[in-house]
């Protein structure tokens, strides 16, 4: 398969992509060296844990960003707010 680019538009989507793309490398190493026979165990044992952080750290990293982008709005209007006749 030829290479693909991905285009994030912001830093989370930058991070979610980058964790995703890790976690297929790890998924597709796993099913490799799985012995015949026991590739859907592995593959299973790996992936839910790994799928669980993953969205662990999609979900953190969100409420980061959504935390800092209100914290920014508070500062732009107490900044506005002091300002003459404010």
Do not use: S
């Not at 398969?1 to 991905?6: A, E, G, Q, R, S």
């Not at 912001?10 to 796993?30: F, G």
């Not at 490799?32 to 990293?61: H, S, T, Y």
Request: net charge positive; with cysteine.
């Amino acid at each position: 398969m030829d290479p693909v680019t991905f285009r994030a538009e912001t830093p989370l989507q930058a991070l979610i992509v980058e964790h995703a793309l890790a976690l297929a490398k790890q998924l597709e190493q796993t099913a490799n060296g799985a012995a015949d026979g026991r590739v859907l165990g592995a593959v299973e044992a790996f992936a839910v844990p790994a799928g669980r952080e993953l969205v662990r750290k999609a979900v953190e990293a969100t409420l980061q960003a959504q935390a800092e982008c209100v914290e920014k709005k508070r500062t732009r209007r107490a900044v506005a707010g002091a300002g003459p006749g404010g």
